[in-house]
């Protein structure tokens, strides 16, 4: 599994990132295919190589982490981990669980990985 600095020097994984995944809507698109007609968002699952790569900030146990997962219908695969900042446990990790990054983590972490200037 990669850390932060590791993933820094990942490029082909950065570009893969779908910002606005959250685990709840990857669930739904990947493990509960018949629910996918509905939404017409545009996300529709063919095959078991379709996967998506998103963050998670899991909040279950200090010290609190960030996953970069990557889900497809058969599995979700870790591939990255690291600490979740201080500064934004209190915010994102009020109560204990497993969540999509809030703005400011994402804005942090896309500074991090060298997405914005």
Not at 38 to 66: E, H, L, M, Q
Not at 85 to 104: H, I, T
Request: hydrophobic share 35%; proline share 4%.
């Amino acid at each position: 599994m990669l850390s932060l600095e590791e993933l820094k020097r990942r490029p082909d994984l950065i570009e893969e990132i779908h910002w606005e995944m959250t685990p709840e809507e990857a669930v739904r698109l990947y493990l509960e295919w018949g629910n996918n007609w509905a939404r017409g968002d545009g996300y529709v699952i063919r095959s078991k190589g379709d996967y998506t790569t998103y963050f998670v900030v899991n909040c279950w146990s200090r010290p609190y982490r960030i996953y970069l997962i990557r889900r497809n219908s058969e599995q979700a695969e870790e591939l990255a981990c690291f600490e979740l900042p201080k500064r934004f446990e209190k915010e994102v990790c009020e109560l204990k669980g497993v969540y999509a990054p809030d703005e400011r983590v994402k804005a942090w972490l896309k500074a991090e990985l060298g997405l914005t200037r």
